[in-house]
């Protein structure tokens, strides 16, 4: 295991009913920011339960964040927040919501432009405090000190973290999520999926109990997946599902081991280029990062293959390769695509994915062991034609 | 799954040379009490270091906290603390010297005889913070807001947890255990492996996450706790160990599930009278649990019994015991002997607890359904004879 730090302060509040428990995590003398997306939660009730609960309190509402929420309208926000005075941010809705409230608590107080924080990391020290009630579990932003910040001026999406940002609270009530469509609650499935190999499936480092951990978050993922997007009013797997995403990235799993990340950076240039769902992207790419790594991940691969989808007949090249298809089984059982013809996305794109990561990453490449270069995009990419 | 609230706020410091960080971590003004136990410390250089990584700060120290940290000596150190103004407490050692820190910390401020915190569970308002250097792994008191505390005087053993006594931060530097005598580290794993038991070992609440994470530090002690009782100089595994025995108490596993909690109940009571180690009461008392509640406990019996121990030929009654036998020759293999003769405990003091319990606890029962009452602690009890 290797050393490592780790300090996650947030509270959960989880289950049925939490939000009339929010007025106990604030003042009620405040000037608190709602900060919310396209309105769906005045259409479930959510905004409802959170106004019931907050009667009387100093609210200041800002409304329209975007899926990848976009760096001009955090400005706005940030904009209002000084104006208003603003001490505190709620952030009512999934992971963008939430990572929009990250970046504007720590945009008010920064003193170069705002997304610097993302272009130059910038250093963040200080922020204001945050809360969310989360509509939508996916990021596990409710629990960490990451966001991913999109610039529509220049098609970039980047991220940033710091332990400033961390949510002070968090109410996961899954009966908030229960009248999502099923494209969302897909999307969350593999999107957790891929946080978990993102920090599992480099290279074996000696942490058995964080590989059973994350082992333990994907076949949850695996089994209660199907379930919940089957029937979507079944509160139990539901519930499952939205603490599954809180622990993928909360950083328990990851403390202490290698870290890829690579399907996540390539990711992130489908969607600013083509707006493709960031979850779709994810299920786009990890089927190349397993075979374009198959050798230097060949030790963890074959791990995978016996303890989550218990293959343990043929070569060492037949089980990783059972592996893989099962991987793209479970994202098309869910209704994701994996090939970017399924998302209109011509082949000569692929170079320009490949250049653009080159070019912001200079000499540093991508994944576990930082080799990834612009060649091995293009043939990772190359898998999903 | 059922609802909850979670928060740890512990920053966890892993690894070797993380004693040297703690100066990060504390104002070089503040008034720091150095808490320790009988001074193997002294003897293992991580008192050295300790002072070293604290070199100019204002400290005071107080040693000779006992295993089962007595209430009379934690007073002695209440009065110190308030005579010197100790702005911070620094535990140095394992679980009962982190134990006595909370009871100290939260002792200083309480209106009442501090004894009313455990004995009348005095509602704790505030504590002064606590850090820790842990050098013992097995209660994870370093990342939780528990403790036990013994009273001479009444033979008592009584446990209070609050959230104003969680540590701020924690070194876990495994290099810091190798000198550990084999039994100690026995006694360790098995500690882990119960407090994890009695999070996991009830009735199915529909949490299989949950369920694969407690699974996963099951294995993960039996896997490496055998590794570093044969060889304490293994970093790795006893690195493994170290941080499974942290997250098995660190509410992680626990979040959503019913508890039990009666292995401990009992156990507390043969500490107090028979002074046997912490764990090895544990080890006496869960294969009784086991077999007094298995009907009850069935289903996750079951689960226990395929998924830690891969049995599953036979009928349920069967694997059930095989599932027992299992879990005996698992702590007989680390030294730990189950039964109350191995204790030089007379037949006749089975009758003495069970009434010390029931006296204690009126007409509530232990464990998850709150059903074990003064005869059933006979029956748990008699299958350790």
Chains 1, 2 share one sequence.
Not at 68 to 79: H, Q, V
Not at 130 to 150: D, F, K, Q, R, W
């Amino acid at each position: 295991m290797n050393n490592f730090q780790f300090k996650n302060p947030t509270k959960i509040l989880f289950g049925k009913g939490q939000i009339a428990n929010i007025n106990q995590e604030l003042h009620p003398n405040q000037k608190i920011l709602l900060l919310y997306g396209g309105g769906s939660i005045k259409k479930n009730g959510v905004y409802d339960q959170v106004m019931q609960a907050l009667k009387g309190y100093n609210i200041t509402e800002f409304s329209g964040i975007e899926a990848n929420p976009r760096y001009e309208t955090c400005l706005k926000a940030i904009n209002l927040v000084k104006k208003e005075s603003i001490e505190f941010i709620l952030a009512v809705g999934g992971g963008s919501v939430i990572d929009a409230a990250k970046f504007i608590a720590a945009g008010v107080y920064i003193e170069t432009d705002p997304w610097m924080i993302l272009s130059d990391r910038a250093k963040v020290k200080q922020a204001l405090p945050i809360g969310t009630v989360l509509t939508l579990p996916a990021t596990a932003s409710e629990m960490n000190g990451n966001a991913v910040i999109t610039r529509d001026a220049t098609k970039e999406k980047l991220a940033f973290g710091s332990p400033h940002v961390y949510p002070q609270f968090s109410v996961l009530d899954p009966e908030t999520t229960l009248s999502l469509p099923a494209r969302q609650i897909a999307n969350g499935v593999v999107d957790a999926f891929s946080h978990v190999i993102e920090q599992y499936l480099t290279y074996p480092a000696d942490a058995p109990l964080q590989d059973r951990m994350a082992e333990g978050i994907l076949l949850t993922l695996i089994e209660e997946g199907p379930k919940t997007y089957a029937d979507p009013k079944d509160y139990t797997s539901r519930a499952n599902i939205m603490w599954a995403c809180t622990m993928a990235l909360n950083g328990v799993i990851g403390v202490g081991v290698p870290q890829d990340w690579a399907t996540h950076r390539i990711g992130h240039e489908l969607t600013a280029l083509f707006e493709i769902d960031h979850a779709r992207t994810l299920a786009i790419v990890m089927p190349g990062i397993f075979q374009h790594k198959s050798e230097q991940k060949k030790h963890k691969l074959l791990q995978y293959a016996s303890r989550i989808w218990n293959i343990t007949e043929g070569s060492e090249e037949e089980i990783i390769h059972q592996a893989v298809d099962k991987t793209i089984a479970f994202f098309e059982s869910l209704g994701i695509k994996t090939k970017l013809k399924d998302y209109d996305v011509n082949p000569e794109a692929i170079n320009e994915i490949a250049e653009r990561l080159a070019k912001r990453n200079g000499e540093i490449g991508l994944g576990e062991h930082q080799d990834i270069h612009q060649q091995d995009v293009v043939k990772i990419l190359e898998y999903a034609l």
